[in-house]
């Protein structure tokens, strides 16, 4: 009797917990958000701005943002400012995941067309006075303006163990980064809240909505878009199906209810890709393109023009090349941005001296004295060298075309440097030969 009244309870629970799942799914479908579409281009509450004739770059103008010798730096990303220029940030310490590191910003003057100074704007200490929580390391930041104007920066952040861990942090600014606003934790999920990451731009929606790709790496590793609200408050969240070896999605929009994903590949060397028609309701299975990938981090863009273009390493291994490619038209052919040309022709992988030359010539015609050349070079022999030779990296690239029309492309250089390749599309040509 005993044993029936305890498998009786036991089954109540059971039909409890199944009504309970079934309601609370049509509590979703019913009460989820109101259907909103893409905004195609981007909502920007900014004039168009016109660079002076001596401001433009001729063709290409590449620089370095990061300006502090000796440091790890990864995960660059950029926005436009109100009156023109740019503000980058990325991820900077003595290595990457260590507990030092902080999110640092540098300003690309409009009318100087030059980097200034970095500067740091979120450290350990201010995550976790803000958060009210103990953060172990800082990662990936993603900087892009929200539908109202504002600023938004997303940070991922780790507590406990390692990046599988992760939970993203976000600040909001309203005077174009000048001061940001207490960190707060976004949150993805009413259980753990943990294991979310970002690496690529929002897409703007209507509403004031903004639809933010994310990946995981618990357990399994899968794409994800996160619909948030102009409040910062996740309202929704579709998963990639077919995505679990997938990282990183990148979303470009080309109408109001039609995008294309496009995913770093964990194992296959490929680009992973999926497709929507409803305004990200659902996503096609993700399925290999063409373009090579070697587990490696892409970027992409919508230009003015409604040609969607990708920067990768165009290899299925190693990260020593960086290119552009231009989908949707067979005739176009791989735009080479690095390796530059006194690395060409060089054996690879190169001798530590060969190595220490190549970055030093580089460095040293950006104006990079030897103290700082020697301490540059030492960083990027620590992280990429073994006991004879070195691996070069051009890797994690962000992409942005501002209102005057050129194309931004900002990239981790050597993990010792953030640089920023500024093209002039009316007078567009390959930086390869001379970067």
């Known amino acids: 009797m005993t044993f029936r009244m305890r498998d009786a309870s036991r089954n109540f629970l059971l039909a409890a917990l199944v009504l309970i799942a079934f309601a609370a799914a049509a509590f979703k479908v019913f009460n989820g958000p109101?259907?909103?579409t893409f905004v195609v281009p981007a909502v920007q509450a900014l004039p168009k701005v016109q660079l002076p004739g001596s401001a433009r770059p001729s063709g290409f103008q590449a620089q370095f943002v990061s300006s502090v010798p000796g440091k790890a730096v990864h995960a660059p990303s950029v926005v436009e400012l109100r009156d023109g220029s740019l503000r980058a940030v990325w991820f900077s310490g003595s290595r990457e995941g260590a507990g030092d590191v902080t999110v640092q910003t540098a300003v690309f003057g409009k009318t100087s067309q030059q980097w200034g100074p970095e500067a740091s704007l979120f450290d350990r200490v201010r995550l976790q006075r803000g958060l009210q929580r103990y953060v172990k390391k800082i990662g990936n930041p993603v900087i892009a303006r929200a539908?109202?104007?504002?600023?938004?920066l997303?940070?991922?952040?780790v507590s406990l163990g390692g990046w599988a861990g992760s939970a993203i942090t976000w600040s909001r600014s309203v005077d174009d980064g000048a001061t940001w606003s207490s960190p707060r934790r976004l949150v993805t999920s009413p259980f753990?809240?943990?294991?979310?990451?970002?690496k690529a731009a929002p897409v703007a929606m209507t509403?004031?909505?903004?639809?933010l790709p994310v990946y995981h790496e618990f357990i399994t590793k899968f794409a994800e878009v996160l619909r948030i609200d102009a409040n910062g408050r996740v309202v929704d969240k579709v998963r990639i199906p077919g995505s679990r070896t997938s990282l990183q999605p990148v979303v470009l929009?080309?109408?109001a209810q039609t995008a294309q994903a496009f995913m770093r590949a964990t194992r296959g060397g490929r680009v992973m890709s999926s497709t929507t028609q409803d305004a990200g309701q659902t996503w096609s299975i993700a399925s290999p393109i063409a373009a090579p990938n070697p587990n490696s981090a892409l970027a992409g863009v919508v230009l003015q023009d409604g040609s969607r273009w990708l920067a990768l390493n165009p290899t299925s291994a190693g990260r020593e090349k960086l290119a552009l490619i231009k989908l949707d038209d067979p005739a176009s052919k791989e735009i080479a941005v690095e390796p530059a040309s006194q690395n060409k022709g060089l054996t690879s992988p190169l001798t530590l001296a060969d190595y220490a030359a190549v970055l030093g010539a580089e460095l040293k015609s950006k104006g990079a004295t030897e103290p700082q050349i020697a301490a540059y070079v030492s960083s990027a022999q620590r992280q990429l060298c073994g006991d004879a030779n070195c691996a070069q990296e051009f890797s994690y690239p962000f992409l942005l075309q501002s209102r005057d029309g050129n194309l931004h492309l900002v990239y981790t250089w050597h993990r010792t440097r953030i640089k920023h390749i500024q093209f002039d599309l009316s007078n567009f040509q390959s930086p390869g030969p001379g970067s």
């Open 207 to 211: 509403q004031g909505d903004i639809s």
């Open 147 to 152: 539908p109202d104007g504002s600023l938004q």
């Open 253 to 255: 929009a080309t109408s």
């Open 154 to 157: 997303w940070m991922v952040n």
């Open 192 to 198: 753990l809240n943990i294991s979310t990451l970002v």
């Open 34 to 36: 109101p259907q909103a």
